[in-house]
T-cell receptor, first 112, second 112 residues
Framework: RKEVEQDPGPFNVPEGATVAFNCTYSNSASQSFFWYRQDCRKEPKLLMSVYSSGNEDGRFTAQLNRASQYISLLIRDSKLSDSATYLCVVNPLSGGYQKVTFGIGTKLQVIP | EPEVTQTPSHQVTQMGQEVILRCVPISNHLYFYWYRQILGQKVEFLVSFYNNEISEKSEIFDDQFSVERPDGSNFTLKIRSTKLEDSAMYFC??????????FGSGTRLTVV
C-alpha cells in the first residue's frame, strides 16, 4: 500500500458545484496532515492544515478520520480559480524536521 | 509576506556536469529542505537540514548530492555529476516549526 494515496483525477466539475477529495495514508502513527494546492509547473502552496475536529476556511473544509486513516477536502461553490492539483501531505510527527510525504495529487478542473 | 527565493529558475546542463541550485529560506525559519518533482510525478523528499547539519535524507540523496548552508542565509544543493534522470523541478522549502512548509518557486533542471 502506498504511504499516501490519492485519486489523480481529473475531476471536471461545473462552476458552483461542490467537490470532495479523499486521501488515505498507511502509517497509523502519522500525526499531522495538510492540504496543499499546486498550480501547473508551480510550487506547492499550503492550503490548510487538517485537524481531528475538522476545520473550515471559507469554502474549504478539511476533515481527518484517524480510525479509517483518511483525510478529506471539500470545496463548495467551485470557482474557475480553484482549478489546480490538490496535494495531500502527511507528517509522521507533530512538527519537527522530519520529512513529510506527498500524495500524487488530485487534479481539479472547474468548467464554466 | 516572507518568501523562499530560489535561483536560477531554469538550468540546462550537460550530463556529467556539476550544478548548484541556490535557495534563500525565510530568515527566522529553522528547518530547511530540498524536494524534487519529476514531471507528472509526486513531490519527493531529498534531504532535511537543521542546526547546520543534515537531519534526514532519502535513498535518492546519494553521494552525488550534497547540501550546504555556507553563510547563514543561502542553502545550496549540489549535484556533482548530473544524469538524465536528475531532470526535475527542485523545490527548496523552509519551516519554523514543522507545521506547514513554505516552498520556493523552484528550479527546473534539464539535463541533456
Amino acid at each position: 500500500r502506498k504511504e499516501v494515496e490519492q485519486d489523480p483525477g481529473p475531476f471536471n466539475v461545473p462552476e458552483g458545484a461542490t467537490v470532495a477529495f479523499n486521501c488515505t495514508y498507511s502509517n497509523s502513527a502519522s500525526q499531522s496532515f495538510f492540504w496543499y494546492r499546486q498550480d501547473c509547473r508551480k510550487e506547492p502552496k499550503l492550503l490548510m492544515s487538517v485537524y481531528s475536529s475538522g476545520n473550515e476556511d471559507g469554502r474549504f473544509t478539511a476533515q481527518l478520520n484517524r480510525a479509517s486513516q483518511y483525510i478529506s477536502l471539500l470545496i463548495r461553490d467551485s470557482k474557475l480559480s480553484d482549478s489546480a492539483t490538490y496535494l495531500c501531505v502527511v507528517n509522521p510527527l507533530s512538527g519537527g524536521y522530519q520529512k513529510v510525504t506527498f500524495g500524487i495529487g488530485t487534479k481539479l478542473q472547474v468548467i464554466p | 509576506e516572507p518568501e523562499v527565493t530560489q535561483t536560477p529558475s531554469h538550468q540546462v546542463t550537460q550530463m556529467g556536469q556539476e550544478v548548484i541550485l541556490r535557495c534563500v529560506p525565510i530568515s527566522n525559519h529553522l528547518y530547511f529542505y530540498w524536494y524534487r518533482q519529476i514531471l507528472g510525478q509526486k513531490v519527493e523528499f531529498l534531504v532535511s537540514f537543521y542546526n547546520n547539519e543534515i537531519s534526514e535524507k532519502s535513498e535518492i540523496f546519494d553521494d552525488q548530492f550534497s547540501v550546504e548552508r555556507p553563510d547563514g542565509s543561502n542553502f545550496t544543493l549540489k549535484i556533482r555529476s548530473t544524469k538524465l534522470e536528475d531532470s526535475a523541478m527542485y523545490f527548496c522549502a523552509s519551516t519554523l516549526s514543522g507545521f506547514g512548509y513554505t516552498f520556493g518557486s523552484g528550479t527546473r533542471l534539464t539535463v541533456v
